[in-house]
């Protein structure tokens, strides 16, 4: 495979996981202050966050098989599962690795929602207020674009939007927390029977 294919793939795909990454966790943090309005459709809530969710995954794993099999970065499996064992940026690829396994983690526990319960679900879905800083890290730390003006203005742009959503999650100050149980089984249902009652 050409080297430079690699290299762009690696790079786009990096690029694409960021901002869906970036998506995600803007919609987890609005969801939570019940931003929903009354007969808002389904997609542009709960389904697009959690298709959103299992997306970043894929552009995540592509990222990641191309950086290991890049000559250029010469990662390796070992760099790519371990953190900071990389000789390539290793500080910067650790806290990628580190991030990429606090996402596995979440969307596993999501998966496993029913069997595993709802204050671990909870507990562990925590962990995306580290996961995001940590590949927003990463992207700026171990990207080859990472000084060039628009990679610097769309990270700027991911920030501000996080930035944002906690604030509007802050001052609002409200939790759907007494809706929860509701909240979890209708991420369970098939999006015609999941309205609301009444």
């Given at each position: 495979?050409?080297?430079?294919?690699?290299?762009?793939?690696?790079?786009?795909?990096?690029?694409?996981?960021?901002?869906?990454?970036?998506?995600?966790?803007?919609?987890?943090l609005l969801s939570i202050t019940g931003w929903q309005r009354p007969g808002w459709p389904r997609f542009l809530s709960a389904d697009l966050h959690n298709n959103l969710a299992l997306l970043?995954?894929?552009?995540?794993?592509?990222?990641?098989?191309?950086?290991?099999?890049?000559?250029?970065?010469?990662?390796?499996?070992?760099?790519?599962?371990?953190?900071?064992?990389?000789?390539?940026?290793?500080?910067?690829?650790?806290?990628?690795?580190?991030?990429?396994?606090?996402?596995?983690?979440?969307?596993?526990?999501?998966?496993?929602?029913?069997?595993?319960?709802?204050?671990?679900?909870?507990?562990?879905?925590?962990?995306?207020?580290?996961?995001?800083?940590?590949?927003?890290?990463?992207?700026?730390?171990?990207?080859?674009?990472?000084?060039?003006?628009?990679?610097?203005?769309?990270?700027?742009?991911?920030?501000?939007?996080?930035?944002?959503?906690?604030?509007?999650?802050?001052?609002?100050?409200?939790?759907?927390?007494?809706?929860?149980?509701?909240?979890?089984?209708?991420?369970?249902?098939?999006?015609?029977?999941?309205?609301?009652?009444?």
């Amino acid at each position: 495979m050409n080297t430079q294919l690699l290299w762009f793939a690696t790079r786009g795909t990096g690029i694409v996981s960021l901002i869906l990454l970036t998506a995600v966790t803007v919609l987890g943090l609005l969801s939570i202050t019940g931003w929903q309005r009354p007969g808002w459709p389904r997609f542009l809530s709960a389904d697009l966050h959690n298709n959103l969710a299992l997306l970043s995954v894929a552009f995540v794993a592509v990222h990641v098989v191309t950086a290991i099999i890049d000559p250029f970065t010469s990662l390796g499996i070992s760099a790519a599962a371990i953190p900071f064992a990389s000789s390539y940026r290793p500080l910067w690829v650790g806290l990628g690795v580190i991030s990429v396994y606090l996402f596995i983690a979440l969307i596993v526990t999501s998966l496993l929602r029913e069997r595993i319960g709802q204050r671990t679900w909870r507990a562990i879905h925590w962990l995306s207020y580290a996961g995001w800083p940590l590949a927003v890290a990463h992207s700026v730390g171990a990207g080859s674009d990472a000084f060039a003006g628009w990679f610097l203005l769309l990270t700027l742009a991911c920030i501000f939007c996080v930035a944002l959503a906690v604030s509007l999650r802050i001052w609002l100050g409200r939790s759907r927390r007494e809706e929860l149980p509701y909240v979890v089984a209708e991420s369970r249902l098939p999006a015609p029977f999941a309205e609301r009652e009444g």
